[in-house]
């Protein structure tokens, strides 16, 4: 993440933390080296954080108090990167997947609940920071060299490395969720962390982030543990970072493309939320193979006209139903009035 640090600094954060916390400036006649830009007492002399994008800090660089490598400064910083651009990420292509992929006829299932869109951006927005400031540490260690990112293609361990580290990334991050995931359906953590993210039993991508903030913090730490464990490129890492925001969306946008027995996509997720305790996994069915837990969506799912039948919904309804109430209870959710639904029609 210390490209992404590197240039939020070069375009906003050398400019906001100058204006917050300035330097004190430099006394004019002082001509050591360190101070050779004339701005202020700032020791900080700049390294990219990259061979592969180099950019001239400007005078701002130098006019705060908290130096780009000030811990704290960071911190900050990350936590705001995480927060704003996440949710930028987050609303802005989850909005282009309701506009251009989600079927709006999902409005007509019983189980599609009222103001739910408003409700899963509501939550995703209150989780975001909270989410936010639990990763930010990561990553702070990340940016200080705690971990084993390396930048040229040539630092790789091994020249093989560079491309088997994405393929070992994917499977071992699914490896991870698979399980934390799991753990989160444990009767005494579901209600208490998972359940918010069950609300949505008719999910659409906007539901992608609308987590309690522990239950999506604890989902995403396999993703930042990974450089502490394994060598990953930088900017393939922030590319992974990226794909794993787009995947969460698009599990949730209930567009079946294919029946894949390996891929855990869009028609796996979509009966996690309707039958609670199956898939698991994050990209792939092999955990859930593995651990009892997969059920392979029907063939009827992939044809349009059938799933979005009130016939299959009616099937599918009932299955719901006993299963909710043997996870959950009584159902506390507060469905669209059949009127309202009619309305959008």
């Known amino acids: 993440m210390d490209v992404v640090l590197e240039v939020s600094d070069q375009f906003l954060f050398d400019y906001m933390y100058q204006w917050v916390l300035p330097a004190r400036p430099a006394p004019s006649g002082l001509t050591d080296q360190a101070f050779a830009n004339g701005t202020s007492m700032s020791t900080w002399q700049y390294k990219p954080a990259t061979e592969y994008l180099q950019m001239t800090p400007s005078p701002a660089a130098y006019g705060s108090l908290w130096a780009r490598d000030n811990m704290y400064r960071q911190g900050v910083s990350l936590f705001l990167i995480l927060w704003i651009?996440?949710?930028?990420v987050y609303f802005v292509f989850a909005s282009l997947s309701y506009l251009f992929i989600f079927d709006k006829k999902t409005f007509?299932?019983?189980?599609?609940?009222?103001?739910?869109?408003?409700?899963?951006?509501?939550?995703?927005?209150?989780?975001?920071?909270?989410?936010?400031?639990?990763?930010?540490?990561l990553l702070v260690a990340e940016v200080r060299g705690y971990g084993f990112l390396y930048d040229t293609l040539e630092e790789a361990p091994w020249p093989w490395w560079n491309w088997f580290q994405i393929p070992l990334f994917l499977f071992f991050t699914d490896f991870g969720i698979y399980w934390i995931h799991r753990g989160l359906h444990h009767p005494w953590v579901y209600k208490?962390?998972?359940?918010?993210?069950h609300k949505w039993i008719m999910p659409t991508p906007f539901a992608s982030h609308a987590f309690h903030p522990l239950d999506g913090y604890a989902q995403s730490l396999p993703y930042h543990i990974?450089?502490?464990?394994?060598?990953?490129?930088?900017?393939?890492?922030?590319?992974?970072?990226?794909?794993?925001?787009?995947?969460?969306?698009?599990?949730?946008?209930?567009?079946?493309i294919a029946n894949n027995p390996i891929i855990n996509g869009a028609a796996c997720h979509s009966i996690h939320h309707l039958a609670f305790n199956y898939n698991y996994g994050q990209y792939f069915t092999l955990w859930d193979r593995i651990g009892g837990s997969y059920r392979a969506p029907e063939q009827e799912m992939f044809h349009k006209e059938v799933k979005m039948s009130e016939e299959h919904w009616k099937k599918e309804v009932k299955v719901m139903e006993k299963i909710q109430l043997e996870v959950e209870g009584e159902d506390d959710r507060e469905y669209e009035p059949e009127i309202e639904t009619k309305k959008r029609q």
């Open 85 to 88: 651009f996440g949710f930028i």
């Open 108 to 137: 007509e299932h019983p189980k599609f609940l009222k103001n739910q869109i408003w409700l899963e951006i509501k939550q995703a927005n209150e989780a975001m920071p909270i989410m936010a400031l639990c990763t930010a540490p």
């Open 192 to 197: 208490r962390l998972h359940k918010p993210h």
């Open 226 to 256: 990974f450089p502490f464990i394994f060598p990953l490129q930088k900017l393939a890492y922030v590319g992974l970072f990226v794909f794993i925001n787009f995947w969460t969306i698009m599990i949730h946008d209930g567009e079946y």
